[in-house]
Every structure is written in C-alpha cells, then in structure tokens.
C-alpha cells in the first residue's frame, strides 16, 4: 500500500514533452538561445530522447557548452550484424561552391575562437564574398559573381549554417550581415579543418577544370 502510495505522488512521466521534442528535433535543430524552455526540457530528457529516437536508428548530438542539439543518423559501422534500416534523417547533397562556403565559414569560425573575442562571429555580406573571391575564376563580370554568391548564401541560410540578421528597412543587400551559427562545428570537424589546405587544393583544381570546361563549350 505504501509503495502504492508513494508511486501516486511522484511525479507523472512526461510523455507528452517527450513526444515534443523528438518531433522539434525531427524537423531541425533546437537552440539554448531561441527556444529556452525545450532547451530545459531536452536536458531534463535527454536519456530518454537517447533511448527513443536509437529505435529509429538516430542519435541525439546535443552540446551543452555551444547551446544546439539534433539528430543525426546513427553510424552505420557501429553495428554491422544490426539490420539496416531506411535513413530518416536524409542525406543533402550540396554544390560544389556551397561545399566551399562552408569549409570557408567553419575555418573563419576556427580563427575567430582563437583570437578569444566575442562569442558570436558576424560577417558581412561582403566579407563572405571576399572569402570566396579568391578561390572563384577570375571574372570581370562582379555582379554576376555577387548574384550567384547571394544564391548560395540563401542556400546555406536555408540549411540552417548561417543566420542572416534583421538590418534596416533602408538598408539594402549589400549591407546584409550574417551570423554564423557554431553549430557548424559539429559538421565541419577540426580533423576535417587539419586537411582543409589540402582540400582547398583540390576545390581550386577543380574549379579551374569547370572554368575550361564552360570556355570549352
């Protein structure tokens, strides 16, 4: 009877939150800063949206220190004999200059952390495109360089590896600014960084071979 009791005045499992969360992090990424109070939920959860979402063949990768968390799908190397299952969590291919973008971002965030400044790195419309300036065919048509950089960015906004920021009514695009968010981190690893020079060779390889190519034809 006591032991009856005592179940009856614990608190009831959240279920419902836990539904919650897993369907916010089916869709995308929760963030400390934008959506505190799943955030809190997610941390008090978390063992069980671990043990929920491994059914569907995912994983919860969630950084207290930078503040995101998301699923991903689970390694397929981690158990061989296991059945294969369909992938929930699609796999996006990107374009090549996407690619390059974001390898770009990720080591501009790399050096950014290393001066110790200010946590949240900012970069204007124009500072993105003189990162990738230098790595594109040399053109003497800029605006049309500058459209299809825009083209990319809204790409890369849109997959959620840059945020653009809220600028003046009168303001026009190229005052646009972007913040980019550290959740970068977790896709762009400091191994991948330690061959970043070795695959910068190769993006400009491959470049100047698309360049020929477009003359050629």
Request: zero cysteines; proline letters at 3%; hydrophobic letters at 45%.
């Amino acid at each position: 009877m006591t032991e009856q009791l005592d179940s009856q005045l614990d608190p009831p499992i959240a279920t419902h939150d836990l539904s919650a969360l897993v369907i916010v992090l089916l869709k995308g990424v929760i963030y400390q800063e934008t959506e505190a109070g799943l955030w809190t939920s997610l941390l008090n959860l978390q063992a069980r949206v671990r043990d929920y979402v491994a059914v569907l063949g995912l994983e919860l990768v969630l950084d207290e220190a930078e503040g995101y968390a998301f699923l991903r799908s689970r390694s397929e190397n981690e158990d061989e004999a296991a059945p294969k299952l369909p992938r929930l969590v699609a796999r996006r291919p990107l374009s090549f200059t996407v690619s390059l973008l974001l390898a770009l971002l990720r080591k501009k965030l790399a050096e950014f952390d290393a001066s110790g400044g200010d946590t949240r790195l900012v970069l204007s419309r124009g500072e993105i495109v003189d990162l990738i300036r230098v790595f594109l065919p040399d053109s003497s048509n800029e605006a049309k360089l500058i459209d299809q950089v825009d083209t990319q960015l809204n790409k890369i906004v849109e997959l959620g590896f840059l945020r653009k920021l809220k600028t003046g009514a009168n303001q026009g695009k190229q005052a646009a600014m972007f913040e980019v968010p550290r959740i970068l981190k977790a896709f762009v690893d400091a191994q991948w960084l330690a061959d970043f020079d070795e695959r910068l060779a190769a993006y400009q390889a491959q470049l100047g071979a698309d360049a020929e190519a477009g003359g050629a034809s």
